[in-house]
Protein backbone atom coordinates (compact mmCIF):
# COMPACT_ATOMS: atom_id res chain seq x y z
CA UNK A 1 0.00 0.00 0.00
CA UNK A 2 0.89 3.49 -0.63
CA UNK A 3 0.74 6.38 1.99
CA UNK A 4 2.08 9.87 2.57
CA UNK A 5 2.41 11.54 5.39
CA UNK A 6 2.41 15.62 6.53
CA UNK A 7 2.90 15.58 10.08
CA UNK A 8 3.00 19.06 10.00
CA UNK A 9 -1.06 19.92 10.19
CA UNK A 10 -0.24 23.70 10.51
CA UNK A 11 2.88 25.82 10.36
CA UNK A 12 2.95 29.74 10.56
CA UNK A 13 5.99 32.09 10.62
CA UNK A 14 6.76 35.46 9.78
CA UNK A 15 7.26 36.84 6.54
CA UNK A 16 11.13 36.80 5.30
CA UNK A 17 11.72 33.53 7.23
CA UNK A 18 12.67 29.92 5.92
CA UNK A 19 10.61 27.64 6.15
CA UNK A 20 10.73 23.37 5.54
CA UNK A 21 7.49 21.59 5.04
CA UNK A 22 8.10 17.48 5.70
CA UNK A 23 6.77 14.48 2.77
CA UNK A 24 7.41 11.16 4.13
CA UNK A 25 5.81 8.46 1.65
CA UNK A 26 5.88 4.68 2.02
CA UNK A 27 5.93 2.46 -1.53
CA UNK A 28 6.68 -1.14 -1.89
CA UNK A 29 7.31 0.61 -5.70
CA UNK A 30 10.79 0.78 -6.90
CA UNK A 31 9.50 3.13 -9.77
CA UNK A 32 7.19 6.26 -8.53
CA UNK A 33 6.87 9.44 -8.94
CA UNK A 34 6.65 12.33 -5.66
CA UNK A 35 4.72 15.72 -6.17
CA UNK A 36 4.11 18.88 -4.51
CA UNK A 37 1.01 21.22 -4.76
CA UNK A 38 0.08 24.40 -3.83
CA UNK A 39 -3.75 25.05 -2.80
CA UNK A 40 -4.18 28.85 -2.24
CA UNK A 41 -6.97 30.18 -0.24
CA UNK A 42 -9.31 30.72 -4.00
CA UNK A 43 -8.97 26.78 -3.84
CA UNK A 44 -7.63 25.84 -6.86
CA UNK A 45 -4.84 23.27 -6.90
CA UNK A 46 -1.61 24.21 -8.64
CA UNK A 47 1.05 22.01 -9.65
CA UNK A 48 4.74 22.49 -8.06
CA UNK A 49 6.59 20.05 -9.03
CA UNK A 50 7.15 16.26 -9.82
CA UNK A 51 10.32 14.20 -8.98
CA UNK A 52 11.12 10.60 -10.06
CA UNK A 53 12.53 8.03 -7.66
CA UNK A 54 15.34 7.50 -9.53
CA UNK A 55 16.30 11.26 -10.02
CA UNK A 56 17.24 11.84 -5.95
CA UNK A 57 19.24 15.68 -7.45
CA UNK A 58 17.77 18.27 -5.33
CA UNK A 59 15.56 21.30 -7.43
CA UNK A 60 15.93 24.60 -6.54
CA UNK A 61 13.16 27.19 -8.60
CA UNK A 62 13.43 30.69 -6.96
CA UNK A 63 12.84 30.88 -3.46
CA UNK A 64 11.58 27.37 -3.94
CA UNK A 65 13.87 24.13 -3.53
CA UNK A 66 13.07 20.35 -2.89
CA UNK A 67 15.69 17.58 -0.93
CA UNK A 68 14.72 14.04 -1.91
CA UNK A 69 16.12 11.23 0.02
CA UNK A 70 14.99 7.94 -0.94
CA UNK A 71 17.33 6.48 1.90
CA UNK A 72 14.63 8.66 4.48
CA UNK A 73 11.67 7.77 2.20
CA UNK A 74 11.55 11.80 2.24
CA UNK A 75 10.86 14.62 0.12
CA UNK A 76 10.85 17.97 1.69
CA UNK A 77 10.24 21.57 0.89
CA UNK A 78 11.73 24.72 1.70
CA UNK A 79 10.55 27.91 1.08
CA UNK A 80 12.94 30.74 1.38
CA UNK A 81 12.57 34.44 2.38
CA UNK A 82 9.31 33.49 2.61
CA UNK A 83 6.33 35.80 1.80
CA UNK A 84 2.57 36.32 2.74
CA UNK A 85 1.65 35.17 -1.17
CA UNK A 86 2.56 31.59 -0.04
CA UNK A 87 0.01 30.84 2.42
CA UNK A 88 -1.74 27.84 1.26
CA UNK A 89 -2.09 24.50 2.04
CA UNK A 90 0.76 22.28 0.23
CA UNK A 91 -0.09 18.44 -0.37
CA UNK A 92 3.14 16.48 -1.18
CA UNK A 93 1.50 13.28 -3.48
CA UNK A 94 2.55 9.65 -4.83
CA UNK A 95 1.97 7.73 -7.47
CA UNK A 96 3.36 4.61 -8.85
CA UNK A 97 4.79 4.14 -12.25
CA UNK A 98 1.51 2.71 -14.48
CA UNK A 99 -0.86 3.57 -11.58
CA UNK A 100 -3.35 6.66 -12.69
CA UNK A 101 -4.16 7.19 -8.66
CA UNK A 102 -2.18 10.25 -7.28
CA UNK A 103 -2.17 8.98 -2.97
CA UNK A 104 -2.35 12.62 -1.62
CA UNK A 105 -1.13 13.33 2.39
CA UNK A 106 -3.20 15.62 4.41
CA UNK A 107 -1.73 18.71 3.74
CA UNK A 108 0.42 21.00 5.59
CA UNK A 109 -1.53 24.66 5.94
CA UNK A 110 1.32 27.38 5.71
CA UNK A 111 0.93 31.03 6.92
CA UNK A 112 2.64 33.85 6.69
CA UNK A 113 2.50 36.80 8.86
CA UNK A 114 3.65 39.83 7.79
CA UNK B 1 -6.04 27.83 -22.93
CA UNK B 2 -8.42 27.44 -20.45
CA UNK B 3 -7.03 24.45 -18.87
CA UNK B 4 -9.51 22.19 -16.97
CA UNK B 5 -12.57 23.97 -16.29
CA UNK B 6 -15.69 22.82 -14.10
CA UNK B 7 -19.08 24.26 -13.64
CA UNK B 8 -21.14 24.79 -11.36
CA UNK B 9 -18.80 26.21 -8.89
CA UNK B 10 -21.48 25.76 -6.17
CA UNK B 11 -24.00 23.78 -5.56
CA UNK B 12 -26.43 22.85 -2.96
CA UNK B 13 -28.89 19.84 -3.49
CA UNK B 14 -31.31 17.92 -1.14
CA UNK B 15 -30.82 14.60 -0.52
CA UNK B 16 -31.99 12.13 -3.41
CA UNK B 17 -31.78 14.76 -5.61
CA UNK B 18 -29.21 14.04 -8.57
CA UNK B 19 -26.75 16.26 -10.96
CA UNK B 20 -24.01 16.88 -13.37
CA UNK B 21 -20.81 17.93 -12.72
CA UNK B 22 -19.39 19.27 -15.95
CA UNK B 23 -15.39 18.91 -16.83
CA UNK B 24 -13.65 20.14 -19.74
CA UNK B 25 -9.88 20.70 -20.77
CA UNK B 26 -8.50 22.29 -24.34
CA UNK B 27 -4.77 20.57 -23.36
CA UNK B 28 -5.57 17.74 -25.41
CA UNK B 29 -4.42 15.80 -22.48
CA UNK B 30 -5.64 12.11 -23.28
CA UNK B 31 -6.25 11.59 -19.11
CA UNK B 32 -8.91 12.55 -16.75
CA UNK B 33 -9.80 12.38 -13.58
CA UNK B 34 -12.29 13.20 -10.69
CA UNK B 35 -11.19 13.87 -7.26
CA UNK B 36 -13.28 14.39 -4.07
CA UNK B 37 -11.56 16.61 -0.99
CA UNK B 38 -13.35 16.70 1.76
CA UNK B 39 -12.30 19.22 4.84
CA UNK B 40 -8.76 19.31 6.44
CA UNK B 41 -7.95 15.67 3.93
CA UNK B 42 -5.76 15.04 0.80
CA UNK B 43 -7.77 14.12 -2.31
CA UNK B 44 -9.36 11.00 -2.95
CA UNK B 45 -9.72 9.27 -6.78
CA UNK B 46 -13.31 8.53 -7.32
CA UNK B 47 -13.25 7.51 -11.40
CA UNK B 48 -10.61 7.86 -14.19
CA UNK B 49 -10.35 7.87 -17.84
CA UNK B 50 -7.51 7.12 -20.01
CA UNK B 51 -9.25 7.96 -23.34
CA UNK B 52 -12.67 8.63 -24.88
CA UNK B 53 -14.62 5.87 -24.17
CA UNK B 54 -12.50 4.29 -21.45
CA UNK B 55 -13.59 4.48 -17.83
CA UNK B 56 -12.25 3.07 -14.65
CA UNK B 57 -12.83 2.97 -10.74
CA UNK B 58 -10.48 5.01 -8.24
CA UNK B 59 -10.83 4.56 -4.51
CA UNK B 60 -14.43 5.88 -3.72
CA UNK B 61 -16.55 5.26 -6.65
CA UNK B 62 -19.66 4.25 -5.01
CA UNK B 63 -22.65 6.88 -5.65
CA UNK B 64 -21.19 8.42 -8.60
CA UNK B 65 -20.73 7.37 -12.82
CA UNK B 66 -18.66 9.31 -15.29
CA UNK B 67 -19.04 8.94 -18.93
CA UNK B 68 -16.40 10.07 -21.61
CA UNK B 69 -17.37 10.57 -25.00
CA UNK B 70 -15.16 12.75 -26.35
CA UNK B 71 -11.00 13.85 -25.16
CA UNK B 72 -11.90 17.13 -24.11
CA UNK B 73 -15.32 16.24 -21.97
CA UNK B 74 -15.20 14.10 -18.72
CA UNK B 75 -19.30 14.72 -16.45
CA UNK B 76 -19.25 12.82 -13.19
CA UNK B 77 -22.97 11.93 -12.49
CA UNK B 78 -24.23 12.10 -8.49
CA UNK B 79 -27.54 9.87 -8.61
CA UNK B 80 -29.49 9.93 -5.37
CA UNK B 81 -27.53 12.61 -3.22
CA UNK B 82 -26.22 11.96 -0.16
CA UNK B 83 -24.77 14.08 2.93
CA UNK B 84 -21.61 12.26 2.63
CA UNK B 85 -21.48 13.47 -1.01
CA UNK B 86 -21.10 17.06 0.75
CA UNK B 87 -17.18 17.98 -0.61
CA UNK B 88 -15.45 19.73 -2.96
CA UNK B 89 -15.39 17.72 -6.37
CA UNK B 90 -11.87 17.98 -8.74
CA UNK B 91 -11.44 17.11 -12.00
CA UNK B 92 -7.79 17.24 -13.30
CA UNK B 93 -6.06 16.17 -16.77
CA UNK B 94 -2.57 14.73 -17.76
CA UNK B 95 -0.90 13.20 -20.58
CA UNK B 96 -0.04 9.72 -19.95
CA UNK B 97 2.67 9.53 -17.09
CA UNK B 98 2.87 13.40 -16.38
CA UNK B 99 1.42 15.56 -13.62
CA UNK B 100 -2.00 16.30 -13.57
CA UNK B 101 -3.56 19.62 -13.89
CA UNK B 102 -6.88 20.39 -12.11
CA UNK B 103 -9.54 22.54 -12.46
CA UNK B 104 -10.66 25.26 -9.82
CA UNK B 105 -13.48 23.04 -8.10
CA UNK B 106 -16.98 22.59 -7.35
CA UNK B 107 -18.37 22.90 -4.02
CA UNK B 108 -21.52 20.78 -3.24
CA UNK B 109 -23.30 20.79 -0.21
CA UNK B 110 -25.99 17.96 0.19
CA UNK B 111 -28.46 18.70 3.02
Known amino acids: AQKVTQAQTEISVVEKEDVTLDCVYE???????LFWYKQPPSGELVFLIR??????QNEISGRYSWNFQKSTSSFNFTITASQVVDSAVYFC???????????FGQGTRLTINP | NAGVTQTPKFRILKIGQSMTLQCAQD?????MYWYRQDPGMGLKLIYY???????DKGEVPNGYNVSRSTTEDFPLRLELAAPSQTSVYFC??????????FGPGTRLTVT
Open chain 2, 92 to 101: ASSYPGAEQY
Open chain 1, 27 to 33: TRDTTYY
Open chain 1, 51 to 56: RNSFDE
Open chain 1, 93 to 103: ALRAQGAQKLV
Open chain 2, 27 to 31: MNHNY
Open chain 2, 49 to 55: SVGAGIT
